[in-house]
């Protein structure tokens, strides 16, 4: 997939500005246009449930507050998004004025974060997120801009800007669905990487559908990718393929989200889980 569109859901935080800065250089990169969300929560939402015995003039009032602090942080986020694209050079406007030019627009919108953050996730070629702090649960706007969307997402680790594209990309690989869809989804960039690897373990292998004929089949699309087998070990699967991908001097890692269930993942753990908590490299994701 070319990248055209990228949308970064935005709050004030301790990583927004290198994240805004990761986003604008990444949609220069692509001549692509960016688009960061920046949610006013309602209300009522903006309220916690210990106000509930409080008088009625009271919680409005705490309400009123809340509001005004929330439009207060936009329009300062907004304000160090703009110096950035004049540093940069990025043109601000909207999306399709100029197309097949950088360009980035800064929406504030009023709703439920994670609703807006699923509905315009789902009409961009790209989400960026940042690495989450907890992972237990993960936050619940991580898991909507990669359950509820289908689109790929590139968690980038807490504080890093991300100037320059990938040039070692690292699929991890297990046949399944998730898998498949996040190489299909990076095919551009996998096509100007100057080296790819397929990461699988030693025991998969054995398997059809192996990182073997996964190399075969990136070779009809142009890409000369590499088999890499991994060992488990006493390891879980997350631990031994972020080491593999770190010891091939990987500056991407490509894997499929969440590749089992909901529950399964809560209860066992999981890659997603694991490369969440403790990738030290860019990480892009598709469910």
Same mark, same amino acid.
């Given at each position: 997939?070319?990248?055209?569109?990228?949308?970064?859901?935005?709050r004030?935080?301790?990583?927004?500005?290198s994240l805004?800065?990761?986003?604008?250089?990444?949609?220069?990169?692509?001549n692509?246009?960016?688009d960061?969300?920046?949610?006013?929560?309602?209300?009522?939402?903006? #309220? *916690?449930f210990a106000?509930?015995g +409080?008088?009625?003039?009271?919680?409005?009032? !705490?309400?009123?507050? @809340? $509001?005004a602090? %929330?439009i207060?942080?936009?329009?300062?986020?907004?304000?160090?998004?703009?110096?950035?694209?004049?540093?940069?050079?990025?043109?601000?406007?909207t999306?399709?004025?100029?197309?097949?030019?950088?360009?980035?627009?800064?929406l504030i919108?009023r709703g439920?974060?994670?609703e807006?953050?699923?509905?315009?996730?789902?009409?961009?070629?790209?989400?960026?997120v940042?690495?989450p702090?907890?992972?237990?649960?993960?936050?619940?706007?991580?898991?909507?801009?990669?359950?509820?969307?289908?689109?790929?997402?590139?968690? #980038? *680790?807490?504080?890093?800007?991300? +100037?320059?594209?990938?040039?070692?990309?690292a !699929?991890?690989?297990n @046949? $399944?669905?998730? %898998?498949?869809?996040?190489m299909?989804?990076?095919?551009?960039?996998l096509?100007?990487?100057?080296k790819?690897?397929?990461?699988?373990s030693?025991?998969r292998m054995?398997?059809?559908?192996?990182?073997?004929?996964?190399?075969?089949?990136l070779k009809?699309?142009?890409?000369?990718?590499?088999?890499a087998?991994?060992?488990?070990g006493?390891?879980?699967v997350?631990?031994?393929?972020?080491?593999?991908a770190?010891?091939?001097n990987?500056?991407?890692?490509?894997?499929?989200?969440?590749?089992r269930?909901?529950?399964?993942?809560?209860i066992?753990?999981?890659?997603?889980g694991?490369?969440?908590a403790?990738s030290?490299?860019?990480?892009?994701?598709?469910h």
């Amino acid at each position: 997939m070319t990248i055209k569109t990228i949308i970064l859901p935005i709050r004030e935080s301790d990583v927004a500005d290198s994240l805004m800065e990761t986003a604008i250089c990444m949609a220069i990169r692509n001549n692509a246009h960016l688009d960061l969300l920046y949610v006013q929560n309602e209300p009522e939402h903006l #309220v *916690p449930f210990a106000t509930l015995g +409080v008088s009625t003039s009271m919680r409005q009032s !705490i309400i009123e507050s @809340a $509001s005004a602090a %929330a439009i207060k942080q936009g329009e300062d986020l907004k304000q160090r998004f703009q110096a950035l694209c004049e540093r940069l050079d990025m043109k601000q406007s909207t999306r399709c004025e100029n197309p097949g030019e950088p360009s980035a627009e800064f929406l504030i919108r009023r709703g439920i974060r994670n609703e807006l953050i699923a509905l315009y996730g789902r009409l961009a070629d790209l989400i960026i997120v940042p690495q989450p702090l907890s992972v237990s649960p993960p936050p619940s706007s991580f898991e909507a801009a990669l359950r509820d969307t289908g689109r790929p997402v590139l968690m #980038v *680790p807490r504080k890093k800007i991300l +100037v320059d594209a990938g040039k070692t990309l690292a !699929i991890g690989w297990n @046949a $399944s669905k998730e %898998a498949a869809q996040a190489m299909a989804a990076v095919m551009g960039n996998l096509q100007r990487a100057d080296k790819v690897y397929v990461l699988e373990s030693e025991k998969r292998m054995q398997n059809p559908l192996n990182a073997i004929e996964a190399c075969a089949y990136l070779k009809c699309h142009g890409v000369a990718a590499e088999p890499a087998a991994f060992n488990v070990g006493k390891q879980s699967v997350g631990e031994a393929l972020l080491t593999k991908a770190n010891e091939l001097n990987c500056d991407r890692l490509i894997v499929g989200g969440y590749s089992r269930s909901k529950l399964r993942n809560m209860i066992m753990g999981g890659v997603t889980g694991h490369l969440m908590a403790n990738s030290d490299i860019p990480v892009i994701l598709v469910h």
